[in-house]
């Protein structure tokens, strides 16, 4: 049997950096790696385990690792964690794993990946995006979540999770990187424990770059170009005989930006569509040159606070509550047709640019409450309870992007509002059979209700010109209901070989469009089984994690635009086979990493759904409605064929504190289609990635490490714009090469 997983140790120093300034080699880690590869702690199942030890295809980074590899927001993520696909679009970051998850924003949309940072469930993609600082690890889960996480995903979860405050001990660091574009980023973190019952941790970041294009047209602004200010503090209380634990945390956060940098596709649509603009600049036609006339900027700010409680009330038993509370908002603006002139006075006839401007709001309030076994016998469990509130007022302000002229264009104001509810119980139980055979049961039942109020009022182009015209204010509401769950069974070959298989099933609640006269969407449901092995070999020094898994999805939730509004509808089913590889290697100096993704994701039935650069569809198909068909056998969105990482790195001793670390890495992400209609206006063609670091440590307390991220200069679309028509659609760029040096100072 394998150790209880109370007793697993930590798998690094939760007092040092973990940004790429954290400790890859500090003093005594080249002696300690004679004795193999750390233990990676998993806490996926509500309680620290070792990775190695349970039926979940997981990555996860320690702090060493998060610095090794230089991940410092979650698209870096991607290039280190097989089958996953990560796309920033506007002002959202959308995850997507073995191609499930989602690629749109809406406040009625629901991700199908729930991310949670120390156990508290981010529910918007707006707020993900933002630079990591102060990091003790990162999870990243593969497959559905429907039984112990705090809300309900078919695709999968990411937990990040900071470093605990350390009782007895007063310590910290400052970091500083210094890099290409201006860019300027200090963290830090203290820690004062005083004694064994209080502590805290302070921790913060600022973080500064101008952008990687030029913008040639007369806005001021320099889309890319961002600021982030952060801070973060965690006080943990412990009574003396460490029965009652009590952390409470609290992060304020606020980024500015002038927004996204989107290069139109083709070179000469403004000049096409406006004879006042340039018709010939060759500038547009460089990946990093942009045309925008009117001011864009992103804009957002937020506070979390969360408070959680752990109680024994006994040697075998422990309650836990988690109680969170969110409040955010995002402004912004943008260029939306990237080089029309506001108004075309030269071209009277032209059509209007358009701007697109969003207020949206956020307030969220979760709770949970978990009952666990915390005995050494051969069964354990959890039992618990999870509810979520959540409001998002919306203001939109657009113009109508189908006029044709000045006079009749017009601005529209559209108010909405969308709560979300949802309450679900659960409970899974691990029973060892034998000494070496684990059964495991798991199940959850949701409750999920969606109300979504729209009100819209429209003006002339003046906005206190005309009189308004109002149209009728527009009630939706959805309800879905759910039962989900695991079972699996485990087979411990011996204490450093594991043989497992598993099913489950995980759900995505349903929800309502925002545009009028378009029916509601029902929940989507994944179901997957998977078979795997976790193997540690040569005395620990070699690990090797590798599954194969077959999903199949009902009511997929596909996304699209109809009318310039998000829609979604439901597709009839998909498939998918896969298999994922990892292995790590530690000998001596040396170690390796590499990773393998390999999905084959396609549409199980035809299907038509709507088209946003073919609004005419094919309605001799598909029943007389002007949808598209969808053959039977095509590849689902974000499911990139392959996914491949590689790392290698040693550590050179120079003296008795002082090593030298050179480290190069290299990721592959395949093609991937953004809509079920393959396409240069959405598909994301293939990458590849390779950066390279030095890193000098000089004893225990200071650190200077050299960077060079996207070494060979690769030239790549990251991720595409979909407007209502492929004209004003556009492309985003991967960041180009960048270089630059990291400092560190322990104390």
């Known amino acids: 049997m394998p150790s209880n997983p109370q007793t697993v140790p930590q798998a690094s120093d939760p007092t040092g950096p973990s940004g790429p300034g954290a400790a890859t080699n500090q003093p005594g880690e080249a002696a300690a790696a004679q004795d193999g590869l750390e233990e990676i702690v998993i806490t996926a199942e509500r309680r620290e385990q070792s990775l190695q030890d349970i039926p979940i295809s997981a990555t996860v980074f320690s702090a060493n690792e998060i610095a090794r590899r230089g991940i410092t927001n979650l698209a870096d993520v991607q290039q280190s964690a097989p089958s996953v696909a990560i796309n920033t679009v506007n002002r959202s970051t959308f995850i997507n794993i073995r191609g499930v998850g989602i690629a749109q924003s809406a406040p009625t949309s629901n991700p199908g990946i729930a991310y949670y940072i120390d156990g508290q469930l981010i529910p918007h993609e707006q707020f993900i995006g933002q630079s990591f600082y102060d990091i003790g690890a990162i999870e990243v889960l593969r497959g559905p979540q429907g039984t112990l996480t705090g809300q309900n995903s078919t695709g999968g979860a990411i937990y990040v999770r900071t470093p605990e405050p350390e009782f007895n001990d007063t310590s910290g660091y400052v970091e500083q990187t210094i890099g290409k574009y201006d860019q300027y980023r200090t963290t830090g973190a203290l820690n004062w424990g005083p004694n064994d019952t209080v502590a805290v941790r302070i921790a913060g970041i600022h973080d500064e770059r101008d952008s990687f294009s030029e913008n040639i047209g007369p806005s001021p602004s320099e889309p890319g170009a961002f600021n982030l200010d952060a801070v973060r503090v965690n006080l943990a209380l412990r009574t003396p005989d460490q029965r009652l634990k009590i952390n409470v945390r609290g992060e304020y956060f606020d980024y500015r930006s002038d927004n996204i940098p989107v290069k139109n596709r083709g070179d000469l649509v403004p000049a096409l569509r406006d004879p006042a603009q340039p018709a010939n600049d060759p500038r547009q036609s460089e990946e990093f040159v942009i045309r925008e006339d009117a001011v864009s900027f992103l804009n957002q700010q937020g506070y979390r606070l969360s408070g959680e409680l752990r109680y024994d009330l006994g040697d075998a038993l422990q309650i836990r509550g988690l109680t969170s509370w969110q409040d955010g908002y995002t402004r912004d603006q943008s260029d939306g047709d990237r080089g029309l002139a506001p108004i075309a006075l030269a071209a009277p006839t032209a059509r209007r640019g358009r701007v697109s401007r969003a207020s949206t709001d956020f307030r969220t309030f979760i709770n949970e409450l978990n009952l666990l076994s915390t005995g ?30 000045i006079v009749s264009a017009i601005l529209n104001r559209t108010v909405t509002e969308a709560t979300n509810t949802s309450r679900s119980l659960f409970g899974q139980a691990n029973w060892f059979a034998t000494n070496r055979i684990e059964l495991i049961a798991g199940a959850r039942y949701s409750w999920d209700k969606q109300v979504y109020d729209r ?209 190069v890495q290299w990721s592959h992400v395949s093609r991937q289609i953004g809509t079920p209609f393959p396409s240069a206006f959405s598909d994301v063609p293939a990458r590849d990635v390779v950066d390279a670091r030095l890193t000098l440590d000089l004893g225990a307390r200071y650190r200077l490490e050299a960077f060079v991220n996207n070494l060979t200069d690769e030239v790549y679309i990251a991720s595409q714009i979909q407007n209502a028509s492929s004209a004003n659609g556009g492309y985003i760029f991967g960041a180009p090469r960048q270089y630059g040096i990291r400092g560190t100072v322990r104390f």
């Open 455 to 663: 009100f819209e009022v429209s003006r002339t182009i003046t906005q206190g010109i005309g009189t308004p015209v109002t149209a009728m204010p527009i009630t939706g509401v959805q309800k879905s209901t759910a039962l989900t769950g695991k079972i699996g069974v485990n087979v411990h070959v011996t204490d450093d070989l594991l043989l497992y298989a598993t099913a489950s099933k995980g759900y995505k609640a349903g929800g309502v469009n925002l545009t009028p006269n378009t029916p509601n969407f029902d929940p989507e449901k994944n179901y997957v089984y998977e078979a795997g092995v976790k193997a540690e070999l040569l005395d620990r020094h070699l690990r090797i994690n590798a599954d194969i898994f077959r999903s199949n999805y009902k009511d997929i939730q596909l996304a699209s635009l109809l009318n310039g509004l998000p829609l979604t509808q439901n597709a009839a089913s998909g498939t998918a086979w896969g298999a994922e590889f990892e292995l790590t290697a530690q000998f001596g100096g040396f170690s390796f990493n590499g990773g393998i993704g390999w999905l084959d994701a396609q549409f199980a039935d035809d299907v038509c759904v709507n088209n946003t650069n073919n609004p005419v569809g094919t309605p001799s198909l598909c029943g007389g409605v002007a949808d598209q068909l969808v053959p039977k056998g095509q590849e689902l969105p974000f499911s990139p064929e392959w996914t491949i990482n590689a790392g290698a790195q040693y550590a050179f001793a120079l003296g008795s504190d002082v090593t030298l670390t050179p480290r």
């Open 376 to 405: 050494k016998g051969p069964l354990q469990w959890v039992v618990g309870a999870f509810s979520l509130h959540e409001t998002v007022p919306l203001v939109q302000l657009r113009d109508d992007r189908s006029r044709t002229d």
